[in-house]
């Protein structure tokens, strides 16, 4: 983990779409990402088996705070969300991005409360 980072993009891959955008809805469902893009299909080439693959996978990138990194980490990595043996899981840290922007992605992947742009009326 990266000290002092406070927002990050997570990367997993997947080879069907179905499961990539399954996962997009549970983590935004589940606030732990205010945004998730599914992006593919996209050619990766990699060693696995001792052997060079080539395959076709959707990429799903989401958007949030370093403080939900854990909780994704574990959700990919477990065998229900992710058919991989050794799922690919990276968060990429966000140095700098709009106030406004990174304001609303800490609001939606709060557990509770008002969610970004709405007034707690304090009922």
């Known amino acids: 983990m990266i000290a002092d980072v406070e927002f990050c993009q997570v ?7 179905d499961l990539a955008d399954a996962l997009a809805e549970l983590l935004v469902a589940r606030r732990l990402a205010a945004s998730v893009h599914v992006e593919g299909p996209v050619t990766a080439r990699f060693w696995w088996d001792g052997a060079v ?34 799922p690919e899981v ?6 700098a991005g709009s106030d406004r922007y990174l304001a609303w992605i800490a609001a939606e992947t709060r557990t509770a409360g008002t969610p970004f742009g709405e007034v707690d009326s304090g009922a």
């Open 53 to 86: 693959q080539t395959v076709q996978e959707w990429r799903v990138t989401c958007k949030t705070t370093m403080d939900r990194y854990d909780e994704i980490e574990a959700l990919i990595n477990s065998k229900e969300h992710h058919p991989y043996d050794l």
């Open 11 to 17: 990367v997993t891959m997947y080879q069907e779409r």
């Open 90 to 95: 990276l968060a990429v840290p966000v140095l």
